[in-house]
């Protein structure tokens, strides 16, 4: 399986920014889909999930009523839209996607700044 995010950058705090990850090698419309991130110096945290066909979400306390996250199974991508950002949102965000015993896979990371 890979996954591969993008849309990262750099925004002023108050701003937006949509990340996605497309996935393959997997069977994604099956797949509960996750976004964590890492800030320095911390450890990675679980930032959002949503279920194989979108009908649950959930999300870390810290991000809720500012991210959202969404899904296009047909295009095999998960998005997390993320508004009111603050500089503490400032980390490497990552796509995941697992199955107990059977895999795990991880993106390669996109940088997210928020900074004025």
């Known amino acids: 399986g890979h996954l591969v995010e993008s849309g990262g950058g750099l925004v002023q705090p108050g701003g937006s920014l949509t990340l996605s990850c497309v996935a393959s090698?997997?069977?994604?419309?099956?797949?509960?889909m996750n976004w964590y991130r890492q800030a320095p110096g911390k450890e990675r945290e679980s930032v959002a999930q949503?279920?194989?066909?979108?009908?649950?979400?959930a999300y870390a306390d810290s991000v809720e009523g500012r991210f959202t996250i969404s899904r296009d199974n047909a295009k095999n991508t998960v998005f997390l839209h993320m508004s009111s950002l603050k500089p503490e949102d400032t980390a490497v965000y990552y796509c995941?996607?697992?199955?107990?015993?059977?895999?795990?896979?991880w993106g390669q990371g996109t940088q997210v700044t928020v900074s004025a």
């Open positions: 995941r996607t697992n199955r107990l015993f059977e895999y795990d896979y």
């Open positions: 090698g997997f069977s994604f419309n099956t797949s509960t």
């Open positions: 949503i279920t194989p066909r979108g009908g649950e979400t």
